[in-house]
C-alpha cells in the first residue's frame, strides 16, 4: 500500500514537457509510481482540475534570518516552496567568533532583526540547525568571512587574513555548505577585488564547490560587475550564479537586453553560468546601501558619526545627485523610496521618505540620515529601482530562473512586523498568476521549469525539481485558474490563492491551503551524485 496518491491532477513535470494526466503514488518519501489505477493508499488526494508540479526551489532566499523562530517557512510552504538555498548575497549567519558576534548582529540587524545571534562555527551551526518544513540548501557569506576576519576596514586583507578566510571557507564546505555567495555591491565585499574573489574561487572549484553573486553593480556598471562573476567561473572552472539579475537606476532602463546577451554569449561558450529574478520592479535593502560606500568604512558607528558632522551631507547630496544611489543608480525620487521596517520608528512602516521629510520640513537625504541615526543603521527599505520592461524582458527569457531572494516570513509572531517587499509571500504565485496566465508572457510548462527542473540543475540537486519515478516527493498541487499573489504593497503579510497542497519529502506540509505544522525538511548537502 502506498503511503499518499494524488489522483486526476494535470501533472506538469518540472522538465519543460506539456502537461499530461496521471496518478501519482508515494511511498518512504519519494515518487514511487506514475500511472492509472496505482492501487491503494493510506491517502488519496483528488486533484481533479489542479496542477501537480515538483515542488518549487527557491534558488535565492534570506530564510535562514526566519528558521529559528519561523521554521514551518510559513509564507514559502503558502507559495508552494519546498526548498530554499540561503546565504545569499554576501550574507551567513555562521561562522560567528565569539569576538564578532556583536559586529554581525550589527551588520545584519537590517535584515534578520529577528535572529538569535550567537558564537558558533559553520560546523556547530550545521550541527544545530532547526528543523524545518522546507529542505534547505546552505551558502557561506563572504561578507560574513570578511566582516569576521578583516572587519569593515577597506583594504584587502593580509596574507595571513586570506589565509583565514581561505581556511573558514573550507570549514564551511567540509560542514555541508554548497558553496560562497558574494555580496560585492556593498561593504565589506565591495572592498574586495576582484583578485581576492579569485583566490576564494580556487578554494571552492578544489572541492567542486559552487559561486553566487550578488554583482558589485547592478546600474550603469552591471555590465562590468557581471563580466567580472563569469570571469571567475571561466577562469575558476566552477558554478556561477548571478543573483536577482536585473538594470537598476533610471539611466540604464531599457538596458536588459543587450545584459542578457553578455551573459547568454557565456552561456554559448559553455561557462557554467545561471541566473535567477524575482518579478518586481521594486527592490529591498537596507536604507544606508542606498548612500556611498565610503560612508560605511569602519562599521555603523563610525559611519553615524560621518553623518552627522558638518560638510559631510553636502558631499553625499552631491554624489547622489550626479552617480545615483550607491550600487542602484539614480532612482526617480524620494517618492521612490518607502520604509519596510524601522524599530525606533515602527509607524514609519509604509511611508516614504519623501513623505518623512515633507513632514520634517527637511529634504530627502535629511530624513535619510534622521531614520538612519534613530536605529542605528538597521532601517530596510523599497526602492522602485527597476523598469517593467526590463523585467518582462528577463522574465520571458527562457533559460532565467525565479529566486524570491525573500524571507520566509508569517503573518503573526515575531516576523510579522513592518511591511516587507511583497515578494516574500507573492513570487512564486506572481509569475504563475499575473505573468503567465493573464499576461501569457510565458507558458505554463516554461513558468514552472524556471522554478523546479532548472533550478535543480543549476544547483546540481540530485532527485528533486522533477516528478519522475525514484525522485523525492517534493510536490505542489494548485489550481491554474486561481493562483495569484494577494499581498500589495500597502497589505504584504498575505498568503498566496490557490495553493492548495504541499509536499516535501512525502510528508503533507499544506493541507487544503492549511499549514499542517509537518517540519520534513532536510539540510541538502553536496556528495559524490550531487546535492541531496
Ligand atoms: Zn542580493
Known amino acids: 500500500m502506498h503511503d499518499l496518491l494524488i489522483r486526476g491532477a494535470d501533472v ?7 502537461a499530461r494526466r496521471v496518478d501519482v503514488a508515494v511511498a518512504g518519501g519519494k515518487i514511487v509510481a506514475l500511472g492509472d489505477d496505482l492501487g491503494d493508499a493510506r491517502r488519496v488526494i483528488d486533484a481533479t482540475g489542479s496542477v501537480l508540479a515538483p515542488g518549487f526551489i527557491d534558488i535565492h532566499t534570506h530564510s535562514d534570518y526566519a528558521f ?5 517557512a510559513e509564507s514559502k510552504i503558502r507559495q508552494g516552496v519546498t526548498t530554499e538555498v540561503v546565504g545569499n548575497c554576501g550574507y551567513s549567519v555562521a561562522p560567528a567568533p565569539a569576538e564578532r558576534v556583536g559586529a554581525l548582529r550589527e551588520y545584519l540587524a537590517a535584515s534578520g532583526p529577528f535572529y538569535p545571534f550567537r558564537e558558533t562555527t559553520f560546523a556547530g551551526y550545521v550541527e544545530e540547525f532547526p528543523r524545518t518544513s522546507v529542505n534547505v540548501v546552505l551558502q557561506v557569506g563572504h561578507n560574513t568571512l570578511r566582516l569576521v576576519t578583516v572587519g569593515m576596514e577597506p583594504r584587502a586583507p593580509r596574507a595571513d587574513e586570506m589565509r583565514h578566510m581561505v581556511r573558514l571557507l573550507e570549514e ?20 574586495a ?10 578554494a571552492l572549484a578544489s572541492r567542486g564547490a559552487a559561486y553566487s553573486s550578488h554583482v558589485r553593480n547592478e546600474a550603469g556598471g552591471v555590465f562590468a560587475a557581471v563580466d567580472e562573476a563569469i570571469a571567475l567561473g571561466e577562469s575558476c572552472g566552477v558554478h556561477v550564479q548571478i543573483a536577482h539579475v536585473k538594470v537598476s537606476g533610471t539611466e540604464n532602463w531599457g538596458s536588459a537586453d543587450k545584459l542578457l546577451a553578455r551573459i547568454d554569449a557565456a552561456r554559448g561558450r559553455g561557462v557554467a553560468v545561471d541566473c535567477d529574478q524575482y518579478p518586481y520592479t521594486t527592490a529591498t535593502n537596507p536604507l544606508r546601501n542606498l548612500l556611498p560606500t565610503w560612508l560605511q568604512e569602519g562599521g ?15 558631499r ?24 519596510a521596517l524601522t524599530a525606533a520608528h515602527p509607524d514609519y512602516a509604509g511611508r516614504t521618505i519623501a513623505e518623512i521629510a515633507a513632514e520634517r520640513g527637511t529634504d530627502g537625504l535629511d530624513a535619510v540620515c534622521h531614520v538612519l541615526t534613530d536605529d542605528r543603521g538597521a532601517t530596510r527599505v523599497i526602492l522602485e529601482s ?20 525573500g524571507v520566509a516570513l508569517a503573518p503573526y509572531g515575531p516576523t510579522s512586523a513592518g511591511k516587507p517587499h511583497p515578494r516574500y509571500y507573492g513570487t512564486f504565485a506572481r509569475v504563475l498568476g499575473h505573468y503567465a ?41 494548485f489550481d491554474p485558474a486561481t493562483v495569484g499573489e494577494r499581498g500589495t504593497y500597502d497589505d504584504p503579510h498575505r498568503y498566496p490563492s490557490g495553493i492548495r497542497a504541499v509536499i516535501v519529502n512525502g510528508d503533507v506540509v499544506l493541507d487544503e491551503g492549511e499549514h499542517t505544522g509537518a517540519l520534513p525538511g532536510r539540510v541538502l548537502r553536496r556528495g559524490p551524485h550531487g546535492v541531496g
Not at 12 to 18: A, H
Not at 300 to 314: E, H, K, N, Q, S
Not at 386 to 392: F, G, I, N, S
Open 193 to 202: 577585488a576582484p583578485e581576492e574573489m579569485l583566490a576564494l574561487g580556487k
Open 300 to 314: 555603523i558607528d563610525v559611519m553615524l558619526a560621518r553623518i552627522a558632522a558638518p560638510g559631510v551631507r553636502p
Open 437 to 477: 496566465r493573464e499576461l501569457r508572457l510565458l507558458s505554463l510548462e516554461q513558468a514552472i521549469w524556471k522554478m523546479t527542473g532548472g533550478a535543480a540543475a543549476a544547483l546540481g540537486l540530485a532527485d528533486r525539481g522533477v516528478v519522475r519515478e525514484g525522485a523525492w516527493a517534493d510536490l505542489t498541487i
Open 68 to 72: 529559528p523562530v519561523n521554521p514551518r
Open 172 to 191: 564551511a564546505l567540509a560542514a555541508g555548505a554548497i558553496g560562497l555567495s558574494s555580496g560585492l555591491f556593498t561593504a565589506p565585499g565591495a572592498f
Open 12 to 18: 506538469v513535470d518540472g522538465t519543460g514537457t506539456p
Open 316 to 339: 553625499v547630496a552631491d554624489e547622489i545627485a550626479t552617480r545615483g544611489c550607491g550600487a542602484f543608480g539614480k532612482l526617480p525620487s524620494w517618492d521612490a523610496v518607502r520604509i
Open 386 to 405: 527597476m523598469a517593467e520592461d526590463d523585467v518582462r524582458a528577463i522574465l520571458k527569457t527562457p533559460w532565467v530562473l525565479v529566486g524570491s531572494d
